[in-house]
């Protein structure tokens, strides 16, 4: 079975432009979780969607955003770029009634 | 009381040795407790996981050790091996959600 994929693998945007990056789920897995990771703030949950839905979400500001689609291929996006939001974007898919979370290999966005 | 603290922040371990990392957290409703390894340029990759009925759980030379009362939980990885280079975070979650609390991450380091 494939594993989660993330489009694209390096961005580079400058401040107040929008960014959208994409992620593919394993097969069969309905909820996708988007999570930033930066050296100083780890690891932090944005948002989960399961079956085209928002089901959590993070303490970000509304600049990020998300969705989900029929296939649960997700997007997240994030408008108004600033500096802080440089950062590795990951994305986890898991199957409806399981905790287990597969990360994808991430997108490093680089706002200049 | 959403935090997870981990330590070390880095730790050196000679090949053969024991490498133990700990974590500990505030938050009762957590009951679901993954480790994950991330190498560099990747995603993390999740080692294993306990939920807090068992207090231990082993999967090769990986072994959870989980403590209720003291709500603490640790890795101990066993003849660490070169391979075992990596940062590893522990996690937490909290009624069936998605959202995963990271720890800070632990950069270990098994000099051969």
């Known amino acids: 079975k494939a594993g989660v994929t993330q489009t694209p693998r390096y961005l580079i945007k400058t401040r107040g432009q929008q960014v959208t990056l994409s992620c593919s789920p394993i097969?069969?897995?309905?909820?996708v979780s988007w999570y930033q990771q930066t050296p100083g703030q780890g690891l932090q949950f944005l948002f989960e969607?399961?079956?085209?839905?928002?089901?959590n979400k993070g303490n970000f500001p509304g600049r990020f955003s998300g969705r989900q689609f029929s296939n649960s291929r997700s997007e997240m996006n994030v408008s108004t770029l600033e500096l802080g939001d440089s950062a590795l974007y990951l994305c986890?898919?898991?199957?409806?009634?399981?905790?287990?979370?597969?990360f994808g290999p991430g997108t490093r966005l680089t706002v200049l | 009381q959403q935090q997870v603290k981990q330590s070390p922040q880095s730790l050196i371990v000679q090949k053969g040795g024991i490498s133990i990392i700990n974590c500990a957290y505030e938050n009762t409703a957590f009951d679901y407790f993954p480790w994950y390894q991330q190498f560099p340029g990747k995603g993390p990759a999740l080692l294993i996981a306990?939920?807090?009925?068992?207090s231990e759980k082993k999967e090769g030379r990986f072994t959870i050790s989980f403590n209720k009362s003291a709500k603490q939980f640790s890795l101990h990885i066993m003849d660490s091996q070169p391979g075992d280079s990596a940062t590893y975070f522990c996690?937490?979650?909290?009624?069936?959600?998605?959202?995963?609390?990271f720890g800070q991450g632990t950069r270990l380091t098994i000099n051969p």
């Open positions: 969607y399961f079956s085209e839905t928002q089901r």
């Open positions: 097969s069969g897995h309905r909820s």
């Open positions: 986890a898919s898991s199957l409806e009634v399981s905790r287990e979370q597969f």
């Open positions: 996690a937490a979650s909290a009624g069936g959600a998605q959202k995963l609390v």
């Open positions: 306990i939920r807090p009925d068992v």
